[in-house]
């Protein structure tokens, strides 16, 4: 049983973007001396979700700030991305990591920032599939022949690769079944929702299709990977007060996810990460140490995830306040968590 920690860069009132990130990076030095193994970060842009649009940065920081704990984007949005570019980035961040970089992808979730990058939301992901092939390709052989559909073709070698051979590990974000199947087949790490317990029959998805896999996976050096649950945890020393101190923070959260949708007149994600709807489906957990405690443990038996993925410390939330909960989760929830984990 892993745990990690999801960061969302988003920005609080009144703060200045350099000490939102000077707090983050305390923050994961702290969650490496915790025993947290991964700490993931977002790629948004053009919104207040996020004062680091550029992952990649704020990783190639960490990487001076920590040994241990694994690093990376969940995800990097490859349809934003020059394939070669990126691909150089990422063998860069790896040696800068010593070989503990974490390759998230995806296609991005959101048309009105894709539309920045001018790309329409009906080409997101084969971009995205376009954009893998060419990455993976490259980082594997060291050059990048590519003949484009989407994309422009390339003929170029890269100047450097990474630690991890052929690549660091991929991981990838959702909640989707089509899409658990593909990851488990080819072995990517896996991250969604809990959902009122819909996460359970993904989990099984990922494994069946894991278990039943033949010929080359993507993510073929990966002897185990990890199919989690990723949701919001919220510790205080009483009920009452984590729930205020979770709804506080989390309507600034809503409102800086909303925010590009709500410039276009769309409201469609309004009720996903509404503050009522995530402790309803069981996305937040929120309480005292044993009460959260409880809840992880049900997710974890119940859904045979052997990984947990925290978003820990967002919206308005103080460091202090932050690592309360970072500190009585590892001492109080991690503990249970992992006798629960499936073998």
Known sequence: MEFGIFESFDQSRGGAAGELLEARLRFAAEAERLGVGHYH???????????????????????????????????????????????????????????????????????????????????????YAETLEAVTSALRTGRMRHEGRLLRSYDAELSVLPVQRPYPPLWYASSNAATAEWAGRNAVNFVGRWNRGAITDIVRTYWDAWHSGTGERINGPVARP????????????????????????????????THLWHRNGDHRVDAAFSTEASLASGAACVGTAEQVRDQVVHQIETSGANYFEMSIFFGDMSLDEGLYSLRAFMEHVAPAARAAAPG
């Not at 690093?71 to 150089?88: H, K, Q, W």
């Not at 989690?228 to 996810?257: K, T, W, Y």
């Open 41 to 127: 970060v977002t790629e948004h842009h053009g919104t207040p979700l996020s004062v680091c649009p550029s992952p990649n940065l704020f990783i190639a920081a960490l990487s001076q700030r920590t040994e241990r704990m694994r690093i990376g984007a969940l995800v990097n949005v490859l349809p934003s991305y020059d394939p070669f570019r990126l691909a150089e980035e990422i063998a860069t961040l790896d040696q800068l990591t010593g070989g503990r970089l974490d390759f998230g992808v995806g296609s991005g979730v959101s048309p009105y920032e894709l539309e920045i990058f001018g790309i329409e939301i009906a080409q997101a992901k084969p971009r």
């Open 226 to 257: 990890v199919a989690g649950i990723a949701g919001s945890v919220v510790i205080a020393s009483s009920e009452q007060r984590a729930r205020d101190l979770f709804g506080r923070a989390n309507d600034l959260f809503c409102e800086r996810l």
